[in-house]
Nanobody
Framework: QVQVAESGGGLVQAGGSLRLSCAAS????????MGWFRQAPGKEREFVAA????????SYASSVKGRFTISRDIAKSTVFLQMNSLTPEDTAVYYC???????????????????WGQGTQVTVSS
């Protein structure tokens, strides 16, 4: 399985932006669909966004649609999550996940992803 590692988290004021990165290594990155999830204190891990292995299909949680954008750079084996118009409700640990697949779509189910990063903290102050 591919290994993934997140970066780019930090502290930002409400209304600000952050870009998270997820670097993959170990396997052919182009064979993997990628997802971002987040977990706030006292809450379950939730889906944020996903992108297909081709990059041609994306999906978003309703809470972030229109504010967040997922993309991938196959040459750099990296997936990005651009987060705009952040609110305190976006505060969480953000996780990157990978799933080896030939399926051209996306999935929001955590159980479909085999590889997970350690997470990066995003804190949005009001």
């Amino acid at each position: 399985q591919v290994q993934v590692a997140e970066s780019g988290g930090g502290l930002v004021q409400a209304g600000g932006s952050l870009r998270l990165s997820c670097a993959a290594s170990g396997r052919t990155f182009s064979n993997y669909g990628m997802g971002w999830f987040r977990q706030a204190p006292g809450k379950e891990r939730e889906f944020v966004a996903a992108i297909s292995w081709t990059g041609g299909s994306t999906s978003y949680a309703s809470s972030v649609k229109g504010r967040f954008t997922i993309s991938r750079d196959i040459a750099k084996s990296t997936v990005f999550l651009q987060m705009n118009s952040l609110t305190p409700e976006d505060t969480a640990v953000y996780y990157c996940a990978a799933r080896r697949t030939q399926y051209s779509g996306t999935t929001s189910w955590p159980r479909d992803y085999a590889s997970w990063g350690q997470g990066t903290q995003v804190t949005v102050s009001s």
